[in-house]
């Protein structure tokens, strides 16, 4: 028998810290690995198989179109590319008018910010701490953590960040040069951080006074997740460029950045090979028509409450605080979450950190009430 762990370990350039398990199968909200154990997922590839693993709409929609036409560049039209960009800006909110396709979050904020520079002729950003959109240099200049910054400096410049819902101190950072406000509506990698509507309705304000670009980092939020379509529906708001990835094609690679008519930038001052290819428009449209025809955004709304009126908190003494948009829940402990979710792992349970005291969980948004039983009674005995 293959040892893959072996033969992964001896070819890998490895940059993550691995789990002693070797998934090889998936179906909905379960997993298996390569001994034939069975997990509840509730981690979805960080917060990417929200439609479920080896959704069938998925796989019969990739393999047609791998049948047809894999890839196309962009100084060509496209029918499959057309029809997607017409439901993924149809499915949100409607000041955005146009998108821009490409491969990953990190891609989309690299993107976002080149636009916003473009558009407003200025060069500076203002972000918020705990924030993280990304590991590409200048994704990674937006991004709070020091541990992931402090050896790849110097990073872009003219990036500042100030407490996430403190919106004073917004205001005292802008200057003549921001050119745009980047902020998560929920900080995913921070410790699931909601942001509060009155600090999100007055950035809003703010950017349209002064002529500041507002970007709403959607990429973990984004497409049912916290019970909306997306998150910053809950906040009568409107900004001016919305970046998602992630959730958007049930697992494969896809990246995109919504804008508005305010938004600008010519021909050929960006682009990107790969981005918006017929294979990755064909899995978009599959998984957004999924989303849809399942209403998955309310469903996210129904289990996450589900969820977390399972857990007793006033007698689970570990806990601090529980907090959730969706299916987007963020448990803060009292201590450091690596046991608890070496724990969870023996108990065929998979989770996430988010910061050293906050367990995420990201389960397919198709979960069952069981399976959301299993792991509250799980926690539960593991949090006392």
Same mark, same amino acid.
């Given at each position: 028998?293959?040892?893959?762990?072996?033969?992964?370990?001896?070819?890998?350039?490895?940059?993550?810290?691995?789990?002693?398990?070797?998934?090889?199968?998936?179906?909905?909200?379960?997993?298996?690995?390569?001994?034939?154990?069975?997990?509840?997922?509730?981690?979805?590839?960080?917060?990417?198989?929200?439609?479920?693993?080896?959704?069938?709409?998925?796989?019969?929609?990739?393999?047609?179109?791998?049948?047809?036409?894999?890839?196309?560049?962009?100084? &060509?039209?496209?029918?499959?590319?057309?029809? &997607?960009?017409?439901?993924?800006?149809?499915?949100?909110?409607?000041?955005?008018?146009?998108?821009?396709?490409?491969?990953?979050?990190?891609?989309?904020?690299?993107?976002?910010?080149?636009?916003?520079?473009?558009?407003?002729?200025?060069?500076?950003?203002?972000?918020?701490?705990?924030?993280?959109?990304?590991?590409?240099?200048?994704?990674?200049?937006?991004?709070?953590?020091?541990?992931?910054?402090?050896?790849?400096?110097?990073?872009?410049?003219?990036?500042?960040?100030?407490?996430?819902?403190?919106?004073?101190?917004?205001?005292?950072?802008?200057?003549?040069?921001?050119?745009?406000?980047?902020?998560?509506?929920?900080?995913?990698?921070?410790?699931?951080?909601?942001?509060?509507?009155?600090?999100?309705?007055?950035?809003?304000?703010?950017?349209?006074?002064?002529?500041?670009?507002?970007?709403?980092?959607?990429?973990?939020?984004?497409?049912?997740?916290?019970?909306? &379509?997306?998150?910053?529906?809950?906040?009568?708001?409107?900004?001016?460029?919305?970046?998602?990835?992630?959730?958007?094609?049930?697992?494969?690679?896809?990246?995109?950045?919504?804008?508005?008519?305010?938004?600008?930038?010519?021909?050929?001052?960006?682009?990107?090979?790969?981005?918006?290819?017929?294979?990755?428009?064909?899995?978009?449209?599959?998984?957004?028509?999924?989303?849809?025809?399942?209403?998955?955004?309310?469903?996210?709304?129904?289990?996450?409450?589900?969820?977390?009126?399972?857990?007793?908190?006033?007698?689970?003494?570990?806990?601090?605080?529980?907090?959730?948009?969706?299916?987007?829940?963020?448990?803060?402990?009292?201590?450091?979450?690596?046991?608890?979710?070496?724990?969870?792992?023996?108990?065929?349970?998979?989770?996430?950190?988010?910061?050293?005291?906050?367990?995420?969980?990201?389960?397919?948004?198709?979960?069952?009430?069981?399976?959301?039983?299993?792991?509250?009674?799980?926690?539960?005995?593991?949090?006392?």
């Amino acid at each position: 028998m293959i040892d893959y762990k072996e033969l992964q370990a001896k070819y890998e350039f490895d940059v993550f810290p691995k789990r002693d398990v070797v998934l090889v199968k998936g179906k909905d909200a379960t997993l298996w690995d390569d001994k034939g154990n069975e997990y509840i997922d509730c981690a979805a590839g960080i917060g990417v198989a929200s439609i479920g693993h080896s959704n069938p709409y998925l796989a019969k929609a990739l393999s047609e179109q791998a049948q047809t036409l894999v890839t196309c560049p962009g100084t &060509f039209y496209n029918d499959t590319k057309a029809r &997607f960009l017409e439901l993924l800006v149809n499915s949100a909110p409607s000041h955005f008018k146009k998108a821009y396709l490409c491969n990953s979050g990190a891609e989309a904020v690299e993107s976002a910010i080149k636009f916003a520079r473009y558009s407003t002729k200025k060069t500076d950003f203002i972000a918020t701490m705990k924030g993280f959109h990304g590991r590409t240099l200048g994704a990674l200049s937006a991004t709070f953590k020091k541990e992931y910054r402090e050896d790849f400096e110097p990073l872009v410049p003219g990036f500042s960040f100030i407490p996430f819902n403190n919106f004073e101190k917004i205001k005292e950072a802008v200057t003549d040069k921001t050119a745009g406000i980047i902020v998560e509506v929920v900080q995913g990698e921070g410790g699931i951080n909601i942001a509060e509507k009155a600090f999100l309705q007055s950035i809003d304000s703010l950017c349209k006074e002064r002529g500041i670009k507002f970007i709403v980092d959607e990429i973990q939020t984004g497409f049912c997740r916290t019970g909306r &379509f997306f998150a910053h529906e809950r906040y009568d708001i409107k900004p001016d460029m919305m970046c998602v990835a992630k959730a958007i094609a049930g697992g494969f690679p896809v990246g995109a950045v919504l804008v508005n008519d305010s938004i600008e930038i010519p021909p050929s001052k960006h682009g990107t090979t790969y981005g918006g290819n017929p294979l990755a428009c064909a899995a978009g449209l599959a998984s957004i028509q999924f989303m849809k025809d399942n209403k998955l955004d309310e469903r996210a709304e129904k289990l996450g409450d589900y969820f977390v009126s399972l857990l007793d908190v006033e007698n689970l003494s570990k806990i601090r605080e529980v907090r959730h948009l969706g299916l987007m829940i963020g448990i803060e402990l009292k201590e450091k979450v690596k046991p608890y979710l070496e724990e969870l792992m023996k108990r065929k349970i998979i989770a996430l950190p988010a910061g050293t005291t906050v367990i995420r969980l990201l389960p397919p948004l198709v979960v069952s009430e069981e399976q959301l039983k299993i792991v509250a009674d799980n926690l539960s005995e593991i949090l006392k």
